[in-house]
């Protein structure tokens, strides 16, 4: 059995089971979109001949669900405040709660939301997942009113109220006979779907435990993911933390920089093909395994991520060179994962002024969902051409790469 998130105290002793709670940011994308719908008149539906409102699920107002492949560049406007796996009868369940804050929308009385979700491999692409027409017929619609505070310690600028939502992940049998499908290497990737809806003004008996109008879709997000990294009481897993932390019984050394690295074999070639190879191809085990080209930090920082699958320092670092260095890095060696998370802060990080070092970098070493990224790219192009194209790094990268820039561009603007 494996439980979530690096640091959280696991017990599992007979019938008795807890997982502590933890937290972590998620930024939810296409804010913008979602003040422009949340300040449109909602229509009146339509109603039967009795009078009453038909029950209609999410894909019947599909005129309502926004384009929201985008990532916010700017003020954060919610986060996950809380998540938690446990296991009950057999069965896993996953808790989140949404918290929003007072800067997402200051005029909007009350907003309601919903999610699914689904577990996806590396790539994207779904593994198992948990929607169905029960799944939405009985989805756990909350209510948060921005202007709410979280705590009387709360902070000003942090007033919002967190909402629950909790569904079966799937059953915990299947889940422990095919961990390695599931959960390789112990992370758990989630695709979560966040659904936003607004109360229609006219009617004011709404109640929780109903799904159905009056209830207007403003906004969900098809693409984000959570990786949750997985921990055990299992010794191996302690054991390989300790190796990270020690390098004990090392039997590899790299000369990086001029610096001696040390690693174990059986841990990073299993992970990356690229660094099997060169390991592999090691002929004098007794002289370093020398990598040219590539900057200490940056290597370290792959490794680190190939032993732990953790890169806290990335999620908030505003270090546009060094995350580009770590891109290149875990492209270079073969790590798509993490190429994946510095390609969304470097998207996070992307500026006018910095827009042609970042979109070089994520263009350059498109690996994971490279559709995604080219669109996220040419959306930022074609909404700031105006202060892009008058910056000294864009008009030098143009003189050089015109065509990807056009394809960036055009790309965009095409779509419908």
Not at 229 to 251: C, G, I, Q, R
Not at 272 to 289: D, E, M
Request: overall charge neutral; hydrophobic content about 35%.
């Amino acid at each position: 059995m494996t439980a979530p998130a690096a640091g959280n105290r696991v017990e599992y002793a007979d019938n008795d089971k807890e997982i502590e709670r933890c937290t972590f940011e998620w930024v939810i994308p296409g804010f913008k979109q979602i003040f422009s719908t949340l300040n449109q008149k909602s229509p009146r539906p339509e109603r039967n001949a009795n009078g009453s409102v038909p029950p209609r699920r999410v894909g019947d107002e599909s005129k309502y669900k926004l384009y929201s492949e985008t990532f916010v560049r700017g003020q954060l406007v919610q986060r996950t405040s809380l998540w938690q796996l446990e296991l009950r009868n057999n069965v896993t369940y996953l808790s989140l709660g949404l918290c929003c804050l007072k800067c997402f929308h200051e005029n909007v009385d009350e907003i309601w939301t919903r999610f699914d979700t689904d577990i996806v491999d590396f790539n994207g692409k779904c593994l198992y997942s948990v929607r169905s027409s029960e799944h939405y017929s009985k989805a756990n619609i909350s209510k948060f009113t921005p202007n709410d505070k979280l705590g009387e310690k709360q902070d000003e600028k942090k007033k919002g109220r967190v909402s629950f939502w909790e569904t079966d992940l799937m059953r915990m049998s299947k889940l422990a006979d095919d961990l390695e499908t599931y959960a390789p290497r112990g992370i758990l990737n989630l695709r979560l779907r966040l659904y936003i809806y607004k109360r229609e003004p006219f009617n004011e008996s709404f109640h929780l435990s109903e799904y159905r109008d009056p209830v207007k879709l403003c906004y969900t997000d098809t693409t984000s993911e959570l990786s949750a990294t997985s921990t055990s009481k299992h010794p191996l897993l302690n054991a390989v933390k300790n190796m990270w932390h020690t390098k004990a019984e090392a039997d590899v050394s790299f000369l990086v920089e001029g610096n001696i690295v040390r690693a174990h074999r059986f841990i990073i070639s299993v992970q990356s093909l690229a660094l099997k190879g060169i390991v592999n191809s090691q002929t004098n085990q007794n002289t370093p395994i020398v990598i040219p080209n590539m900057a200490l930090r940056p290597f370290e920082q792959v490794l680190k991520y190939l032993y732990l699958h953790e890169a806290e320092d990335l999620k908030e670092s505003t270090d546009i060179q060094h995350i580009t260095a770590v891109l290149t890095a875990s492209n270079r060696l073969d790590v798509p994962s993490l190429g994946r998370i510095c390609c969304v802060r470097l998207l996070l990080n992307m500026t006018p002024d910095n827009f042609a070092e970042t979109a070089m970098a994520i263009y350059k070493n498109l690996k994971n969902n490279p559709s995604f990224f080219k669109r996220e790219i040419g959306k930022f192009l074609f909404e700031n051409q105006a202060a892009i194209k008058n910056t000294e790094a864009f008009k030098q990268q143009m003189q050089n790469s015109t065509d990807i820039f056009m394809d960036l561009y055009f790309g965009f603007s095409q779509l419908d």
